[in-house]
């Protein structure tokens, strides 16, 4: 009868559970081994490793279909199930499968490993994304060096992927079939379990745009002030190469001669970091000791063994960030090549985020140890460093010398906050439309790089600072593209974080919408157990509910809203079309004049 079937169903699933956390420990331990150490020994043994356990795990799955769970009562235990009749990428027949892992390890190993020469030295060819490329990126103003060093990248780490990439596209467009998806694009969105979840993001974006187009034409007239009108137009898109990061994602690193008070005290957390003998061990002890501040769980031990938080020497390893689940309720890592800057500040509580998610929900079956929806996951660490960047918050750590929190002063941390938080969604936006365009296929290779930089023109209204063809492949160029990672996970952590961070500041009594001794761009939750808790409450559902129920636990809220955001930022949003207004400057951008179809 149904009752007993339920119950066998309990047990089954736990037991298969426990294995499915074996069976993980020994995925993330392969590709910890690997990314750790790029070596072509290290690849072939962990692809090995993701061959037996895929067979392994469809045997599993075809175990599941004996059990009616649509029936069951018990909501979690049918949540369970329908987790595990999902079989993934392990529905590839077994020479499809590896010939997938194949394609997406050499795209991310080639990205790890790509080199290119010094525009100041052309015998120096040994230059690295991290720390040698990103340095350039942050520090020069000469826009040829600037040119050179994004056009050998592009190169270096984007065409060069663009047949792997092709490959990786056909066969997990396959798996996504066998899944019962039509595509790579619906079985990303499924994550979300909304019916409208793209247009949903449309709607942000339409939410968002005004205040972006107000922050890209102030942005463009500094820039144009500064490099001359035949480098930056009046009227047209922003060259690529001129925003201090390699993709335009984020233009904090021109913040220093573009800022709306240039004569107030210049906040230079990267100096006075140096200045101060910080140290990665250091900025990893302040973000535990900020989480614990707020009654959360402190870094077990073998985080502070197994983790790698400084590039090594006699080895290639990936370097983009990464933080690490092994399942076992211990073995928690971060893997990153840190340097001692602003960014990698923010980076810290963003890694550390995740481990914090982790520690919290480690309670859960194995099935439910991930984010609410990937967006979760991406926003814990965000949500705590917008507290840590508060002006409040740097003073009480001496980041920030004690300054009278004018007018003035607080645009500039506004447009601080802006230049990265802001110009970041269209950066997003574009990533994944691009992509899901590529997996259905009204994108096809012969228009890979003419759609993409279509997308950046009219989206994010940034153009390529030489012309391109379709023999260059510059999507790839972007470690998630390389590396098969979904993107709109952080379109909706920057959203999200916003409505996440007026909750807890609300709840930390460091925000009231009406009391302007209250502003939300001064909150700073640091030792609020009160807002500690009720942040604990959500993250510890891991994946267990729909992830409505979890942003209500905390929020109140049961959709993401750009409210929170446009909430925080509202006094910029004046300052700035006020500032175009004064200026004359053109909101908003033509097509671009480059080619690039
Ligand atoms: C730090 C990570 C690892 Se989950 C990352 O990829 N982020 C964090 C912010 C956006 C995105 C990026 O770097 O593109
Ligand atoms: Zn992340």
Not at 479 to 498: G, K, L, N, P, T
Not at 565 to 582: G, K, S, T
Request: hydrophobic share 35%.
């Amino acid at each position: 009868d149904l009752e007993s079937s339920e119950q066998e169903g309990r047990e089954y699933i736990m037991h298969l559970d426990k294995m499915a956390g074996l069976r993980k420990n020994r995925a993330s331990l392969a590709e910890w081994a690997y990314t750790s150490n790029i070596t072509q020994e290290n690849e072939a043994k962990r692809i090995q490793v993701q061959l037996e356990l895929s067979k392994q795990e469809k045997q599993a799955w075809e175990e599941t279909k004996m059990y009616r769970w649509q029936d069951f009562q018990d909501f979690s235990l049918r949540r369970m199930f329908k987790k595990y009749s999902q079989l993934g990428v392990s529905a590839l027949p077994d020479d499809k499968y590896k010939l997938l892992m194949q394609s997406v390890s050499d795209m991310e190993s080639n990205y790890a490993t790509a080199k290119i020469c010094s525009f100041k030295n052309e015998t120096k060819c040994d230059l690295a994304l991290e720390p040698d490329i990103t340095e350039i990126f942050a520090k020069s103003q000469d826009p040829d060096e600037l040119k050179h060093t994004w056009v050998e990248w592009h190169r270096a780490a984007g065409a060069r992927a663009r047949n792997n990439f092709t490959q990786y596209v056909e066969l997990d467009n396959e798996a996504a079939k066998l899944n019962g998806y039509k595509d790579v694009a619906e079985w990303w969105q499924s994550e979300y379990e909304v019916k409208d979840f793209e247009e949903q993001l449309a709607k942000l974006w339409e939410d968002v745009k005004p205040l972006y187009q107000q922050l890209h034409a102030y942005v463009r007239k500094r820039l144009r002030d500064k490099y001359g009108e035949h480098i930056v137009s009046a009227r047209g898109p922003i060259p690529a190469h001129l925003l201090g990061n390699m993709w335009a994602q984020t233009w904090n690193n021109i913040e220093s001669f573009t800022r709306p008070y240039p004569d107030k005290k210049e906040i230079d957390i990267t100096k006075t970091m140096k200045e101060q003998n910080y140290t990665a061990l250091r900025m990893f002890q302040m973000s535990d000791e900020f989480f614990r501040s707020l009654n959360l769980t402190a870094m077990p031990e073998k985080f502070w063994q197994n983790s790698i938080i400084e590039k090594p020497t006699d080895r290639e390893i990936v370097c983009h960030a990464s933080a690490w689940d092994f399942y076992d309720g211990e073995d928690f890592r971060i893997k990153q090549c840190t340097t001692i800057d602003y960014e990698y500040f923010q980076t810290t509580h963003h890694e550390m985020g995740h481990i914090q998610y982790f520690l919290q929900y480690k309670q859960q079956p194995v099935v439910f140890r991930d984010g609410a929806n990937p967006g979760f996951h991406e926003a814990v660490g965000d949500t705590i460093a917008l507290s840590v960047s508060s002006p409040k918050h740097l003073r009480r750590v001496g980041l920030v010398k004690g300054d009278a929190d004018d007018e003035q002063t607080e645009i500039n941390q506004l447009y601080k906050m802006g230049i990265d938080k802001i110009v970041f969604l269209p950066f997003a936006y574009v990533l994944d439309l691009f992509r899901y365009g590529v997996f259905r296929g009204s994108t096809t290779p012969e228009d890979y790089n003419c759609h993409y930089w279509s997308l950046r023109d009219s989206l994010q209204g940034i153009e390529p600072p030489v012309n391109r063809t379709e023999e260059d492949f510059d999507a790839a160029a972007k470690y998630h593209v390389s590396a098969d990672v979904e993107y709109a996970r952080y379109y909706v952590s920057f959203i999200i974080q916003f409505q996440f961070h007026r909750a807890l500041c609300q709840l930390a009594g460091e925000y009231e919408p009406e009391d302007p001794n209250k502003k939300l761009v001064d909150c700073d939750i640091y030792q609020s157990v009160n807002a500690g808790n009720a942040l604990s409450t959500m993250l510890r559902l891991g994946s267990s509910r729909p992830w409505a129920d979890a942003m209500e636990a905390l929020t109140g809220q049961r959709r993401m809203d750009a409210g929170g955001l446009l909430e925080y930022f509202r006094p910029l949003h004046d300052w700035l079309a006020a500032e175009n207004m004064r200026t004359g400057e053109y909101v908003g951008w033509e097509p671009s004049k480059m080619q690039y179809c």
